[in-house]
Structure formats: C-alpha cells, structure tokens
C-alpha cells in the first residue's frame, strides 16, 4: 500500500471551531414535552418523519425507488414550488423538529439514536434557512441557493434531466405518470417565478454574468419544448422500448408545447427584466441580508461554526502544504521553473496529457472512466469489511446544461438498487479534462466516493437515506480521492498524483475563494485568476467553478473542512487502538454510521473506537 503524507488536519483555528459545532441548533420554542418511547415507536417515528419530507419533495421518493404501494401516486407528482409550498413545507419541519426532540430516546440503539440526531440537525438548519426571505434552501441536501432560478438552479434544468434518467417507465402507469407530471410542471414554473419575482421586488437580483448564462439556457430550453423536444422523446422512446401501447406523443406534445413552454416563456421574460437591473457584484454580501444569509450557508455547508475569516486562513495554510508535496514530484519530471501554480499551467499543455477534441475525445473519456473504475472496484476489498456493489452508470451531462455545470458530478441510485447510482461528465469540451485529473474526478464521484458511499446510506432507514450533509458528503469524497492513492491508484504515474494533489489544493482554493467573494468581497476575475495563478487550473473549468460559488454560496467551503474531520478523526482512531487498528474497520465504522453532521461522524467513531478496545 503506498504511504504518502497526510494533508495537515490539526491546525488550532480548525480544531477549536469544530469543537465549538452548531451542527444541533436549538430552536426556541419547540416541544420539549417527552413523548413516549421504545424502539419501534421510534422506528415508526423516523418513518413518518421521511414520508413528511417526502411528500413536499415527490422526486426524492422515484430518485430512491420508494414511490410504490401505498405511496404509489407520489410517482405522478412534483411538489409545490410556490411561496405558499415552501410555507406549507417549513411548517411541516417545525412540527416534525418537535416531535423528535420530545421523543423519549432512553433505551434505544445507538444507531437509531444517531438518525434522531441527524434528524434534529438537518431540520433546525433548514428551518432556519428557510426564515430567511429568499432563496432555495436545501432540507439534508447541498445546494445553497439564494436564487431560485439562475444558470445551475431552477426547474428548467433539474425536471427534464429527472423526468429522462430517473423517473422510470416499465408500465403504463409509469407512462401515465410521466404525463401527469409534465401537467404539473407549469405549476412548479409558475411558483419559482413567483417567487424570483418577490425577491427581486425586496431588492434581490443576481448578478448580470450569471443571468446571462440562465437566459442562454433557459432560451435553449425554450427552442426544444417548443417542438416537444426531449421530455416528449424521452416518453416516446421509452415507452416504444418497454412495448407500452398509447398516444404518448400526441398527449406530451400537447402540455410540453401548450403549457410548459408559455411556463418557460414567463421565467425568460422576468429574468430578462432582472437583466436589466442587474450589477456584476458577485457576493451575497450585496444582496439584501446578505451577510446572514452567508453565515446561515457556511453553517448548513460545514456542520460547524468556523467563521469566514477562519475558512479563509485554513485554505491558505492547507494550500501551502499541499503545493509543498507537489513541487518535488513537479521537479523530478523536469518542471522546474516558477510557481507550483506556473508550472501546472505547463504541464497542462503538454499534448501528451489531452484529450483528443470533439466527438473522438469524447468517447476515449467515456472509456478511460470506465477502465478507472474497473481498477478502483477491485480494491475495495482491501479498504471495506463489508463491500458494497457499486452499481453504478456514466452518462454526459445534456448539452444544454454544460455551460453552467461543474465538470462531474455523481451520488447513488435507488434504495432497491433498481436505478444505478449515476456519474455525469460534462463534455462540453474535451479540453475540461485531463488524463492526469481524470482519474481522481472519477474516485470522487463513483468508487470510493459518492455511489459508493451512498450505497451504505441507502441501507439505513429511509429518512436516513434522504437526510445528507454537505461537509459528510464532500468530505467523504475527498477523503475517498485520498483512499485511492493510498490504494495505489497513482503509484505508477507520478502526473496522476499530480492531477490528485492539484484537486486537494482546488478545494483549499475554494475555501479562500468561496470567503473572498462572499465575504471579503473579492471580483469574479480576481476569482478566477486566484486558481490559475496559484494552482495552474483552466480558464474554461476554474470559470464555470467561480460563477457556481457566486449561485451556490458557501457550498464549496464544506469539501476540505469535512476531509479534514474524517483525516482527524482517522488519525484519533489510531492513535487510541494502536496495533488494533485496521483501516478497512475505520472505513466501514464512517459509512456504516451514514452520512452526518460532523459531531455526529465523531460520536460514531468514537463508538467504534470503544467497542474495539472492549
């Protein structure tokens, strides 16, 4: 196994703040009146508890396999989008938040008690988010954002990716389904513009970059459901492979072209108008509140109290230790001249390490991801006492989303395994990638990172397979890009550890970058210009990156902070059980204790350290 060193984990500033998490705040308020107790009472709880949530977000409910039986109908609908929805849906987290705090928890197991604390946290984050009085504010998900509709945000983008590879259509009931869900997509249009159109009348408007590239988009968008386009083709493709006889062409034409399209229409019309007033101040400190709002994401992404100026120091000081690993390995490929950041930009013109463009390239990326997992799935077993399947699929991103989109992103399939968990590539253009950084792009996303974790989270109870954390997901992923190397992904390729390093340091970048725009008040270019500069990255990724932290803000802080959490707690873990010890226990003790806030991660190892030394 190779042996390298650790990115430093014990800093002060970041110690000290986590010690001081917030992950569990407490409403005022709330029931403290102990309800009954027992195991299956709070089994039943937590049941109820996910069913709730799922009900506001249907889609959930298909993405995780859950929609059948006697929550069958949850397959034909789409939630409700508009301001009094997400009034109905705060309402429903308040009262849920209540009844698990007064549940009486004396006597049960420690892995119920810990979804109970999973539950306290997601839902006291999000009820305080959704206080604030704008935005799209996630219930255990990631995506912070106070612009429900912009260039990576809004249901233009999300419903027709979900409709084509997540809602499935085995019969005609699936069929019927997929069309009452496009009767209800002008809804869920129609109250995100109400909703756009509220923020922008209390002074809320985004910046002028970002609405163009959501106008481009969602003008594109607009072209494709004005002849039918893809939600209908899907439909009709799916249903001709599946035998499935019916009008299915006739009657999704006629809502995609008659009634989405005008839905659509009515957005372009008002982000056009927001266009008109909009600056190019990239922060969320320029919007109305925008300082709370700052603080409230940084808390939902990290889990933890760490402050922007703290975020800001610890990714300057974690990206100087990781540029002091690169530069030997730089210097014994004869890159020798300039900054680590300089001599990135070198190697990343060396033809040796390209892609071929267009159509060709693309289809060499698509079968070096392949080889790469084929490679990773084999490890595991060296990793993991328990393996999961990894069942999972790549697909490229749909190319009228590539222009806003990160470069890759991936999570799990459905509960019962059903629908593969998904890694998208964003082919844009071949030039994204390179074979020195492809690799860890696809242990981050697939195997032992997103699907892979996700895959022992979908075996807990259901709420815990809904509930996710930012800084426990992120951080899961890069610790898993760490796990690769550590595995031997990249011993005979010293430009692919390169390519791993160069994406640790990205994200010690983000978190100087996601404070300085937000907080310390830094320009898009200046943004830009601070990853190629200091780690040599791409005009055309770094670019995209930028203007998704502008749309996101605070959810690129919570990758390094919560890698450095489970580095910290790996490294607490051998130091307690000694010659006891045994990675693949380590590793299986965090999955098997599902995806958490960062005080909670600990208690879970804190209890596999204790059962261990029993």
Known sequence: MHKIIDIPFSRRTFIGALGASTALTVLPGCATTAMPGGQPAAEALLDDIAWNLLRHEPTRATSLGVDTGAHAALRGQLGDASPQGQDAYAATLRADLARARAFDKTG???????????????????????????????????????????????AYIDLPRFMDSDHPIADE????????????????LY??????????????VPPDFLLDKAIAQMTAQIADARSGGAMVESLVRRTREAGIAGNWEARATRIVTGDIAPALEAQLAELQRERA???????????????????????????????????????????????????????????????VGDRMTALSEDPRFKFAAGDPGRAQIMSFIEDRIAWIRAQMPRAFREVAAGNLEVRRLPPAEEPGAPTAYGGAGSVDGTAPGKMWINLLTTDLHRKYDLPTLVHHETIPGHVWEGEYSNQLPLIRSILAFN???????????????????????????????QAAAFRACRLVVDTGLHHK????????????DQNGNKRDEVASEVDRYCSWPGQATGYMVGKLEILRQRAAAKAALGGSYDLRDFNQAVVNGGNAPLDVLAANVGRYVTDTQA
């Open 471 to 501: 800084s426990f997901s992120e951080g899961w992923a890069l610790y898993a890009e760490q796990l690769a190397d550590e595995l031997g992904a990249y011993d005979e390729n010293p430009t692919w550890r390169l390519g791993y390093l």
């Open 108 to 154: 049960l197991d420690p892995a119920t008690r810990t979804s109970f604390e999973v539950v306290e946290s997601a839902y006291a984050t999000a009820i305080d988010g959704m206080a604030l009085p704008y935005g799209s504010i996630p219930v255990g998900s990631w995506r912070t954002a106070p612009y429900a509709v912009i260039q990576n945000v809004g």
């Open 191 to 204: 109250g995100e513009l109400e909703r756009i159109i509220n923020a922008r009348e209390m002074g809320v």
């Open 173 to 188: 009931g699936d069929a019927e389904a997929y069309i009452s869900r496009l009767q209800e997509m002008p809804g869920v």
């Open 521 to 532: 008040r830094w320009g898009r270019e200046q943004s830009v210009r601070f990853f190629m």
């Open 277 to 339: 007033v909009a600056d190019s101040d990239p922060g969320i400190w320029s919007q109305p509140r925008g300082d709370e709002w700052y603080d409230w994401s940084l808390r939902s992404s990290t889990t933890t109290s760490l402050s922007p100026d703290e975020i800001h120091e610890l990714g300057l000081s974690t990206l100087n230790d990781i540029h002091a690993q690169m530069d030997p390995i730089l210097r014994d490929i004869g890159y020798t001249d300039g900054s």
